[in-house]
């Protein structure tokens, strides 16, 4: 068996993995059926994981990448917060599409912050184009029913783009623990 097809047997392993872990299977849910969630993976470089996500926290940060790295701002909307109007999450998630598209076609390391138990910040490393973007998600709806969402208020480009003050310039150089939340 060659490299290649060793690491696609590998990436195509850990994709079917992570959806039983997370209760995808092939069934629809509310982002799209499991076979939509595997192919989305195949079709992507793989996301770098520093930090303790959740498996919920981890399946939306990889959506949230691949939906900036295709261009998609409806879809990538609709994994915004109920708190954030349609207003807000439109324009955040065509700010992020504008601003990250061509970093999120490559490598993309994501660190998450603390525990991923309701709440999670994730530092995004967009490594072709040495850019870095901070999010936060959260479960959203009545006890948490609606699964993990991000925060999307950003509708100044200048906001939704900039450099988080206190992240690292390398993934987990802080352990993936932050003193300021």
């Known amino acids: 068996m060659t490299r290649s097809k060793r690491a696609y047997g590998a990436a195509a392993t850990l994709a ?12 629809a849910d509310a982002r799209g059926s499991g076979a939509a969630y595997e192919q989305a ?18 399946r939306v940060t990889q959506e949230l990448v691949w939906r900036i790295a295709d261009g998609k ?6 994994l915004a917060t109920g ?13 992020w599409v504008k601003g ?15 525990g991923g138990s309701e709440r999670q910040v994730v530092v995004l490393y967009f490594h072709d184009t040495k850019q870095v973007k901070e999010f936060s998600m959260r ?39 932050s003193s300021r939340h």
């Open 16 to 27: 079917l993995a992570m959806m039983a872990l997370s209760g995808c299977g092939d069934s």
């Open 83 to 95: 708190d954030s109007n349609d207003s807000q999450s439109g324009k955040t998630a065509e700010n």
């Open 41 to 58: 993976y195949t079709d992507h470089e793989p996301l770098h994981v520093v930090g303790y996500p959740s498996t919920g926290s981890l």
């Open 100 to 114: 990250f598209e061509d970093g999120a076609q490559g490598k993309v390391t994501a660190d998450f912050y603390d």
């Open 73 to 78: 701002t409806d879809d990538l909307r609709s």
């Open 139 to 177: 479960l959203d709806g009545d006890a948490g029913e609606d699964g993990w969402k991000v925060l999307m208020k950003e509708t100044d480009f200048k906001d939704a783009t900039r450099k988080p003050v206190w992240a690292p310039k390398e993934p987990g150089e802080t352990g993936s623990k």
